[in-house]
Structure formats: C-alpha cells, structure tokens
C-alpha cells in the first residue's frame, strides 16, 4: 500500500490542524493505520492507531485527549485531528501501515508502509 500524508503546517499554541492520509494500492481494509511524529534530536514515536474498522484505538499519553484518529475506508484515507496544540507537538508527522488489520498490541515494528512525512509545527 503506498501513502501519502498532508495537511501539516504552523500554528499557534491552542491551534487546531487535521492531517489526511491517503492510501493506494493494496486494500486499505487490510491494514490498521497510525500516525507518528518525530521532532529534531528524538526518535519516532507512535502517537496514534486505529483498526481496519475504526473499533479499536490507541493513543500515546503525550496525546490522549487532544488527538483524534479516523478512518474512511470509503475513500481510502485516515485522519488525525489534534487540538489543543502546544509547542512540543512540533515535528514531522509520518501516516503508517500496520501489518494487521486489528492488532492486539501496537508496535512500532510492526508497521510495513509509511508515506512521507508533514511537518507541524507550532509557535508558543
């Protein structure tokens, strides 16, 4: 499956941004899906994923409660919805491709297609 991230850019701190990932190729209902970041210096981290449904979830504690991930398998694309955003939220965002479609456990290893990378980046 290849993918392809967007919606990145600055705001200010509080601000709200949404990013799309759209996904081609292999069958996108095959796959969970995630979101990761990695700012300058720090290594990529998940922040967020979601099951080929939508019925499962999983958000980093960096993020819980300001983020929201979401999926449309009718058109092929996942998004991620972060409020309430602050400064350290700053970095480039990476959309990923999970090797199963409902996995028990989220690992980062487990991701087998990335798209490329958005940036956000948000002033205090």
């Known amino acids: 499956v290849q993918l392809q991230a967007f919606g990145g850019g600055l705001v200010q701190a509080g601000g709200s941004l949404r990013l799309s990932c759209a996904a081609s190729?292999?069958?996108?209902?095959?796959?969970?899906m995630g979101w990761f970041r990695q700012a300058p210096g720090k290594e990529r981290e998940l922040i967020t994923a979601?099951?080929?449904?939508?019925?499962?979830?999983y958000y980093a504690d960096s993020v819980k409660g300001r983020f929201t991930i979401s999926r449309d398998i009718a058109t092929n694309t996942v998004f991620l919805q972060m409020n309430s955003l602050k400064p350290e939220d700053s970095a480039v965002y990476y959309c990923?491709?999970?090797?199963?479609?409902?996995?028990?456990?989220?690992?980062?290893?487990?991701?087998?297609?990335w798209g490329q990378g958005t940036q956000v980046t948000v002033s205090s």
């Open positions: 990923a491709a999970h090797r199963n479609p409902s996995p028990t456990v989220w690992l980062a290893r487990d991701f087998v297609s």
């Open positions: 190729g292999r069958t996108f209902s095959a796959y969970g």
């Open positions: 979601i099951s080929w449904n939508g019925a499962s979830t």
